[in-house]
Every structure is written in C-alpha cells, then in structure tokens.
C-alpha cells in the first residue's frame, strides 16, 4: 500500500515538475517572439491616403508605400483605348495580378484599372516583376512602362508584353475615400 502512495507522488512530481519546465520555456520565449511584430513606424505605414485633385489627365505621381514606389496615373482616353482593344491572347500574362479582384481574374484593361467609372485611374506597384528594378513611366514600345535594367516593355494597362518579366506590374489593395481621394493599402 505504503508503494502505491509513493508512486502517485513520483508521477506527481514529474507532471509538475513538466508543467514548470514548459511554462517557464513559454515566458523565456516570449521576448523573442514578441520582437517579431511590425515596428509601430512600419505600421503607420501600412496605409496611405493619396490625393488625387492636382493629378490631371495624362499625368502620372510616385508614392512611397511600405518601401516601394506605387505609380498613380490618371491615363487618357488614349491609353485606355489602346489598352482595351489588345487581344488578351497577345499578353505574356493573362492574369491581372489586382488583389482588389479574384485571383484568377483575367487581365483586361478594366480589371487593371480602378474599375467601372474609375477606368483612367491606374494604381500599380512600381517594380519590375523580373528582376525588382523600377521601370520608367510612358516609355518602351507600347506607351506605358519600360524597364532598361533588362528590357522589359509595360503597356498603358502595366502589363508585361516583352522582355524578361514573367509578371503584369501588382495592383495593391485599395479604395476610393470619395471622388479626389484614394486610400491604398
């Protein structure tokens, strides 16, 4: 009898001496595993409010966000027209690479654009998707963007057509505040 009693406490001991260990190896941790949540300057980032009034037709701004410039072109009927007339047959990539749509959206002029009404508003990530270099604006052979790192030619809709890049330039998440203001991120 007096062995049975003994044994319990043995396991008892154990099961608490284990439950010590692991909450002690949680609070050791956590330093280290609260130091990788976004610096507070990183997050006041994570959004930008773009003013969109003294952008007029045919003109294109950069804007920093999160580190990387985003061009914001208010494209003429012009460019839209060129843009909506190409075969989607004749694109490197047929996806449209907006996280505002789909995934798998194809890469029509109106799904690169802002959108219905909005088609001469253009918000895309201004890098490069070969090599991470930052094209130039309305330059190369299709009007667009043209990146001289390697050759590769954007079109007035920010999709690849030739060169190198295997990708159309990103579309990031945004929206419209109201009629001169849009928010991206």
Not at 38 to 47: E, G, N
Not at 59 to 85: D, H, L, Y
Not at 112 to 133: K, Y
Request: aromatic share 8%; proline share 6%.
């Amino acid at each position: 009898m007096q062995s049975e009693v003994h044994v319990n406490r043995r396991d008892f001991l154990y099961v608490a001496t284990g439950t010590t260990a692991a909450v002690g190896a949680g609070f050791a941790s956590w330093p280290f595993i609260d130091q990788m949540k976004p610096d507070a300057s990183t997050l006041a980032i994570a959004t930008i409010d773009i003013d969109l009034s003294g952008i007029e037709e045919g003109m294109s701004v950069t804007v920093k966000w999160r580190g990387r410039p985003v061009f914001v072109r208010n494209r003429t009927s012009r460019e839209i027209e060129a843009a909506s007339v190409t075969p989607l047959e004749e694109l490197k990539d047929p996806i449209a690479r907006n996280a505002n749509l789909p995934a798998d959206s194809p890469a029509t002029d109106l799904a690169r654009s802002a959108g219905q009404h909005r088609e001469n508003w253009l918000i895309m990530v201004g890098v490069c998707t070969h090599l991470g270099c930052i094209p130039l604006g309305q330059a190369g052979d299709y009007g667009g963007w043209f990146c001289p790192c390697h050759g590769s030619h954007y079109d007035t809709a920010g999709r690849i057509r030739s060169g190198p890049a295997p990708e159309n330039l990103a579309v990031p998440l945004f929206q419209f505040l109201n009629e001169t203001s849009v928010r991206i991120g």
